[in-house]
């Protein structure tokens, strides 16, 4: 196993991190344009190859992953992006025949197929057009040896939402009109060959600009799931780290989580019903799958978007925001007008991580600083259901008790679709969504390091370590009440 693995779940997760460490690394030494074609080399040097045929082929597809850690391609406008050249392993995708065939003699595949792409060889075996094929699997249903069987890509089976399609040479192709940057497919193929464009570089620049935080200070804003990650050091550790790379302090997102929180609540009882606005990537989809229930997205900004606007607003008007979390869709969402004024780029974990090995922070080595800035409620954001907990709880506190709180908490892509569709067709029994694209919430993030059992644990002990008990304690501190 190799040193890295212990950060991450994969293989592929890796390779990702050695590219992005390595531009980081030429990046702070200014040396990233002269040595940029040089970088493959320098990550597989020598002439064996380690993962493809060849080591030219590793090394074209290696100088495809820097060309997306320095943002990718410009003309394109999604977050997530195919590497054509590494998506070449996988077989073609759909229904096909499988050696369980016994060359019946019903033929019942043919007969259910309405465009005539089953035929017999003269063994009677079934074989099927794909030129004339559509995929509806009749074919697969009638099978009595379940002989047919869907060969789906994994990126196709991540993408819950049909997004991804084959195009003409094979490889994977992204409808930007459905998708919703969640990162699902990045982290599940089995290749590398789909990736989130890394604005790594930006971040770097930012920091050198600041000239040690006297031109302006940067700000970093961390997502509360970062207490499920960097699980070989401790939390004030990171927090030490992320100061020694530059940034003038560090700030909870969860801070603007019980700011959410109070803020929706209150909405929730004017309006009736809701769905929540913390989750980029729900938010795209009901706005590209259900656009007729649009009207009901809570107004207020996203966590992470509610506590940097306070911080340009009211602590700092020079700030410069960097946010860091396990989303790739918060890629997205701070190209959106209502957003893109407070925060100014933002990393995934991945990323933090090939920072601080950029510039060889070793993080357990390293004194504890103190993160608290929120309450348990705010933290709990992280996981699956603790929206929910966090606005049952700010009703508590506001005294909107008369209002009854009837929370569908939907656990990933799927469980929203399934919502959203009973609200549509008015049979659902609830009056606020809470909606995350993620299995199990944010720690499901596609920019995570690891995804374990233990992180929700995980949250929720950070959660109970906060000082302010509660939202309104929280809030109040920004208030100066």
């Not at 025949?97 to 005539?116: F, N, W």
Request: one cysteine or more.
């Amino acid at each position: 196993m190799e040193k890295n693995m212990i950060k991450f779940d994969t293989k592929v997760q890796v390779l990702k991190y050695k590219v992005l460490k390595e531009v980081a690394s030429q990046a702070w030494k200014d040396t990233l344009w002269e040595n940029l074609i040089d970088i493959p080399k320098m990550i597989v040097p020598g002439k064996e190859p380690t993962m493809r045929c060849c080591v030219y082929k590793e090394r074209a597809i290696l100088a495809e992953r820097v060309k997306v850690a320095m943002g990718g391609d410009k003309n394109n406008p999604n977050i997530i992006e195919v590497l054509e050249i590494a998506c070449d392993e996988c077989p073609a995708a759909g229904y096909e025949v499988t050696s369980s065939c016994r060359g019946c003699l019903a033929h019942r595949c043919e007969q259910a197929c309405k465009r005539g792409a089953i035929s017999f060889d003269h063994n009677h075996v079934a074989h099927i057009d794909k030129s004339k094929c559509v995929e509806c699997g009749m074919c697969s249903k009638v099978c009595p040896f379940t002989a047919i069987v869907n060969r789906k890509r994994p990126c196709q089976n991540a993408c819950k939402i049909k997004a991804i399609s084959i195009n003409e040479n094979n490889a994977a192709k992204i409808d930007n009109e459905k998708c919703i940057s969640c990162g699902a497919c990045v982290y599940q193929c089995p290749f590398g060959a789909i990736m989130d464009k890394s604005f790594i570089i930006n971040v770097i620049d930012l920091i050198k600009k600041s000239q040690d935080n006297t031109k302006y200070k940067v700000y970093a804003v961390v997502a509360p799931s970062i207490s499920s990650q960097f699980t070989y050091a401790k939390l004030g550790q990171v927090v030490t780290g992320l100061k020694k790379l530059g940034f003038f302090t560090v700030i909870e997102a969860a801070l603007g989580a019980d700011m959410v929180a109070q803020s929706e609540s209150k909405e929730l009882t004017e309006k009736g019903f809701l769905t929540s606005s913390c989750c980029p990537a729900f938010v795209a989809y009901v706005k590209s799958a259900f656009p007729e229930l649009i009207p009901h997205i809570s107004h207020n900004l996203s966590p992470m978007a509610a506590i940097a606007k306070y911080i340009k607003e009211t602590a700092d008007k020079n700030a410069k925001v960097v946010f860091i979390g396990p989303c790739t869709a918060k890629k997205a969402e701070i190209k959106l007008d209502t957003v893109k004024k407070y925060v100014d780029a933002v990393l995934t974990f991945e990323e933090l991580q090939a920072l601080f090995d950029s510039k060889e922070i070793d993080l357990p080595s390293l004194e504890e600083d103190v993160l608290d800035n929120a309450s348990y409620f705010g933290r709990i954001f992280a996981r699956s259901g603790g929206l929910s907990d966090a606005v049952s709880e700010a009703l508590k506190e506001q005294n909107l008790t008369d209002f009854e709180l009837k929370p569908c908490v939907c656990n990933g892509i799927e469980e929203c679709k399934m919502a959203l569709f009973k609200k549509s067709k008015n049979v659902l029994n609830a009056n606020f969504i809470e909606g995350m694209a993620c299995v199990d919430g944010c720690i499901g993030g596609a920019g995570c390091l690891t995804h374990g059992e233990k992180n929700k644990k995980q949250v929720d002990e950070y959660g109970k370590e906060a000082i302010e008990k509660s939202i309104s304690d929280a809030v109040s501190i920004l208030v100066g009440k």
